[in-house]
């Protein structure tokens, strides 16, 4: 444990449900794991036990990776924990393929309804059919433009056209629309939407009042700090700006609240946390101006950043986040934006600026 997450409080300690298992969290709820084939290497789902209107059955936060070891884990589950009842709903908080790629086959196996917000199923559609501008040749040249001129490394970027696809095997046609502010009955409580923006579209977070419970997804996560990037399709985008803001709407809620993340374990100490959140990204944006005395580009900021070494996919994300920190500056007055003769963008510490 880290000096930041002792200052955290573990309700579950160490445990964590092995596949195709559950916890139970609180009455009508239970935490399960899906395994991740990345270096985080796992999610977690939640499902609330539904006795009222909608029939006895399971409502489901987020769905896990489109795998053969996460379907493995659900056919156990079907089986064991979920006693043989059907899923109603599924919710997802966001579009990525960690908590979307079982979406498809979980609600055409039990016809249930998939919520979410607007955004992330827009965004989900568009890269499950890997359009023009969210797939792996888009993104080509968006590197290019930003530091990035190996060749081996862009190829294998832009061999990534069926990189969601292959994890998001099939989505749900239909949606119904979560709203920031609505609240929604699940598992007999209700539950307020709150929407967040910078990691993905429009992420939608859960809150129950009557539990003191916060479905968090990938807002607030108790170990690592969510990835916040820039994206080609999004190219001027000011997206760090959009996750800070965002984290102003976990404000009200109680100390005691229990955050239930999407990766980690259970904690209590959101406030602390996202107080954590805030100093770090105040750090790297100090590090990413002091650097900026010379003119940078993206590529050139990972390195601070992340100071261990990168593969391609992990690389991807790094120049989006250095991005993230540089657009940020950029767009307060701290930094200008140049283009440099062979194309590449730089960032440098404006005139009137003293560091």
């Known amino acids: 444990m880290n000096p930041l997450e002792a200052q955290l409080d573990y309700p579950f300690g160490d445990q964590v449900?092995?596949?195709?298992?559950?916890?139970?969290v609180v009455p009508g709820l239970s935490w399960l794991?899906?395994?991740?084939?990345?270096?985080?290497?796992?999610?977690?789902?939640?499902?609330?036990?539904?006795?009222?209107?909608?029939?006895?059955?399971?409502?489901?936060?987020?769905?896990?990776?489109?795998?053969?070891?996460?379907?493995?884990?659900?056919?156990?589950?079907?089986?064991?924990a979920m006693g043989g009842?059907?899923?109603l709903r599924l919710f997802a908080t966001h579009c990525h393929p960690d908590h979307v790629g079982m979406s498809g086959w979980l609600c055409?196996?039990?016809?249930?309804?998939?919520?979410?917000?607007?955004?992330?199923?827009?965004?989900?559609?568009?890269m499950a059919a890997a359009l023009p501008g969210v797939d792996g040749p888009s993104a080509v040249p968006h590197f290019r433009r930003h530091g990035l001129r190996d060749e081996g490394l862009?190829?294998?970027?832009?061999?990534?056209?069926?990189?969601?696809?292959?994890?998001?095997?099939?989505?749900?046609?239909?949606?119904?629309?979560?709203q920031d502010g609505q609240r929604v009955a699940i598992g007999g409580t209700s539950w307020r939407v709150i929407t967040g923006f910078g990691h993905?579209?429009?992420?939608?977070?859960?809150?129950?009042?009557?539990?003191?419970?916060?479905?968090?997804?990938?807002?607030?996560?108790?170990?690592?700090?969510?990835?916040?990037?820039?994206?080609?399709?999004?190219?001027e985008g000011d997206p760090l700006r959009q996750y800070l803001d965002s984290l102003d709407k976990f404000a009200g809620l109680p100390d005691d609240t229990l955050v239930l993340p999407a990766h980690g374990k259970p904690f209590r100490g959101l406030h602390v946390r996202i107080a954590q959140l805030r100093e770090h990204h105040a750090a790297r944006l100090a590090e990413v101006l002091a650097a900026c005395a010379e003119p940078r580009s993206a590529l050139d900021i990972?390195?601070?950043?992340?100071?261990?070494?990168?593969?391609?996919?992990?690389?991807?994300?790094?120049?989006?986040?250095?991005?993230?920190?540089?657009?940020?500056?950029?767009?307060?007055?701290?930094l200008e934006r140049v283009t440099g003769d062979d194309g590449i963008v730089r960032f440098v510490l404006k005139r009137n600026n003293i560091i």
Do not use: C
């Open 302 to 334: 990972v390195p601070l950043m992340f100071r261990r070494q990168l593969d391609a996919h992990q690389l991807s994300f790094a120049i989006g986040e250095a991005l993230a920190h540089l657009h940020y500056l950029w767009f307060d007055g701290s």
């Open 108 to 126: 055409e196996r039990f016809g249930a309804p998939f919520w979410t917000s607007a955004a992330e199923f827009g965004f989900m559609r568009m």
């Open 33 to 80: 794991r899906m395994p991740l084939p990345f270096a985080l290497d796992h999610i977690n789902l939640w499902l609330l036990d539904e006795r009222g209107a909608l029939g006895e059955g399971w409502s489901l936060v987020d769905s896990g990776a489109g795998t053969d070891a996460t379907r493995s884990a659900w056919e156990q589950l079907f089986a064991g």
């Open 200 to 235: 993905s579209p429009e992420h939608v977070s859960l809150y129950s009042e009557e539990r003191k419970v916060l479905l968090s997804g990938d807002m607030v996560l108790p170990r690592i700090s969510t990835n916040v990037s820039v994206f080609a399709v999004e190219p």
């Open 154 to 178: 862009l190829a294998q970027m832009e061999s990534r056209r069926n990189y969601y696809p292959s994890l998001v095997p099939s989505v749900p046609v239909a949606y119904t629309r979560l």
């Open 85 to 87: 009842r059907p899923l």
């Open 17 to 24: 449900p092995p596949s195709g298992t559950t916890i139970d």
